[in-house]
């Protein structure tokens, strides 16, 4: 497609219920990033793909979060047993691959856990 | 540990100055720096990239410099316009060449 797209666009959920975050990157981008961004805050680094392996896992917070990408193409990012503390946006990003690129990033996915 | 400083505070500009940003950073020599424009609801969006050996680089009324002895990237807008009111990061590569590391952002807003 022409730019990063993710849904949902917004999510309430319940404490204790697991959610799942849908990216679909820009054809051809082999580079895929998760951020998550809380209120006012800066934008927290989760994952890193390239192709259909994730080289960087060190920012996901705990063993709840995990994520896929398959077919070099879509990701998902799970939460399982969401917390208040996960509500945030969580954006989603592709680029050629390398930081010699700037990232597209998609309009993100409102989390909220009640 | 890496570290990314923007001035937290606001930034009021009057319409037609010169808005001038700044990133500071430690513990780290990057490759490239990258600053992004990110409305509110929405995503960053990528302005421009600046490499350590480009001293500075210019995008229509935008211009960046990067001061690898002084670790410091200035962001300019010239002629500004009530249009470009919204929050600037500025952005890294790591040590570990994975990814880049976003500062907080600067909020700046252009009066009429």
């Known amino acids: 497609g022409a730019g990063v797209s993710q849904s949902p666009s917004n999510k309430v959920t319940e404490k204790g219920k697991d959610v799942e975050l849908r990216c679909d990157p820009i054809?051809?981008?082999?580079?895929l990033y998760w951020y998550r961004q809380r209120l006012g805050q800066g934008l927290e680094f989760l994952i890193y793909?390239?192709?259909?392996?994730?080289?960087?896992k060190s920012g996901l917070p705990s063993d709840r979060f995990s994520a896929e990408r398959t077919g070099e193409s879509v990701s998902t990012l799970t939460i399982q047993r969401t917390q208040q503390e996960d509500s945030a946006v969580y954006l989603c990003?592709?680029?050629?691959?390398?930081?010699?690129?700037?990232?597209?990033f998609g309009s993100g996915t409102r989390l909220t856990v009640v | 540990s890496q570290k990314i400083e923007q001035n937290s505070e606001a930034l009021n500009i009057q319409e037609g100055k010169t808005a001038t940003l700044t990133c500071n950073y430690t513990?780290?020599?990057?490759?490239?720096l990258q600053w992004y424009r990110q409305d509110p609801g929405r995503g960053p969006v990528f302005l421009l990239l600046?490499?350590?050996?480009?001293k500075e680089k210019r995008k229509e009324r935008l211009k960046v410099t990067f001061d690898t002895t002084l670790k410091q990237s200035l962001f300019h807008i010239t002629a500004s316009q009530p249009a470009d009111s919204a929050t600037y990061l500025c952005?890294?590569?790591?040590?570990?060449?994975?990814?880049?590391?976003f500062g907080s952002g600067t909020r700046l807003s252009i009066r009429p």
């Open positions: 600046i490499r350590e050996n480009e």
């Open positions: 952005a890294l590569d790591s040590s570990s060449a994975s990814k880049i590391i």
């Open positions: 793909f390239q192709g259909n392996s994730a080289p960087d």
């Open positions: 990003a592709s680029s050629l691959g390398g930081q010699a690129y700037g990232y597209t």
């Open positions: 054809s051809g981008h082999t580079a």
């Open positions: 513990n780290y020599s990057p490759a490239y």
